[in-house]
């Protein structure tokens, strides 16, 4: 069952994943990668590491919402920032609120989507036959 701290805790994983890649703050495993300095070894266990999760997310992602789902999902985080722009809650001229917020929309995309299953179930009673125990 989902809960909304569970919801949370999943669009928190996501972020991370995506922030931690890249961010236009200069912290980021991007960063990290271009300073010459540092055990390579580190950098390529950390790399690996968050290809996996991504890997896991988008994954978890297309088993439970598909094209349809993605494709929706897609479309109504895209007009919200239409729209944020459109009402000056949003500066997309600006390169680094224009990063973020693409950043935040995968992230949104992402964390929906590894937890749609239970959402769909939350919404509509109806299991998915992946979780039914035999």
Not at 36 to 62: N, P, T
Request: proline share 1%; with cysteine; aromatic share 12%.
């Amino acid at each position: 069952m989902l809960t909304i701290p569970g919801y949370l805790v999943r669009l928190l994983i996501a972020m991370l994943v995506i922030f931690g890649s890249y961010n236009p703050s200069g912290y980021s495993y991007y960063h990290w990668l271009h300073v010459e300095i540092g055990d390579w070894a580190l950098k390529l266990f950390v790399g690996l590491v968050l290809l996996i999760l991504f890997y896991l997310q988008i994954r978890a992602m297309w088993r439970s919402m598909r094209f349809v789902g993605t494709t929706t999902l897609s479309a109504i985080i895209a007009t919200s920032v239409w729209l944020a722009s459109d009402l000056g809650l949003v500066d997309l001229s600006d390169d680094t609120a224009r990063i973020l917020v693409v950043q935040v929309a995968l992230a949104i995309l992402l964390g929906t989507g590894f937890c749609w299953s239970h959402i769909r179930y939350r919404l509509s009673g109806q299991v998915d036959s992946e979780n039914i125990a035999a």
